[in-house]
């Protein structure tokens, strides 16, 4: 598997923006698509954003699309997660994750690494 570090969480304004990246170790990077998921507490994990090994699948829920852009450097073994006119609504802990496939999906049983998580919070 896959080591996944989050960092870049923090609270935040209605409106301000924030980038959050993932550091992976211990495997190829580039063999994996990654993904972002959030929860809010007393909530289930739920999707954010994917994107597939070499960046040319990204996919995005509903509700952040237009706001939210991932994007991934494998020279780095980073994946980013960059946040714009955040909304209280987005507070909730951010996870990264890896999936052993090309494309990535929006189901978390499809992703076999997880990192920690980073908190996000946004006052409104």
């Known amino acids: 598997q896959v080591q996944l570090v989050e960092s870049g969480g923090g609270l935040v304004q209605a409106g301000d923006s924030l980038r959050l990246s993932c550091a992976a170790s211990?495997?190829?990077?580039?063999?994996?698509?990654m993904g972002w998921f959030r929860q809010a507490p007393g909530k289930e994990r739920d999707f954010v954003a994917h994107i597939s090994r070499y960046s040319g699948t990204r996919v995005y829920s509903d509700s952040v699309k237009g706001r939210f852009t991932i994007s991934r450097d494998n020279a780095k073994n980073t994946v980013y997660l960059q946040m714009n006119s955040l909304k209280p609504e987005d507070t909730a802990v951010y996870y990264c994750?890896?999936?052993?496939?090309?494309?990535?999906?929006?189901?978390?049983?499809?992703?076999?690494?997880w990192g920690q998580g980073t908190q996000v919070t946004v006052s409104s």
């Open positions: 211990g495997r190829t990077f580039s063999n994996y698509a």
């Open positions: 994750a890896a999936a052993r496939r090309s494309v990535g999906t929006a189901n978390p049983t499809d992703f076999d690494s």
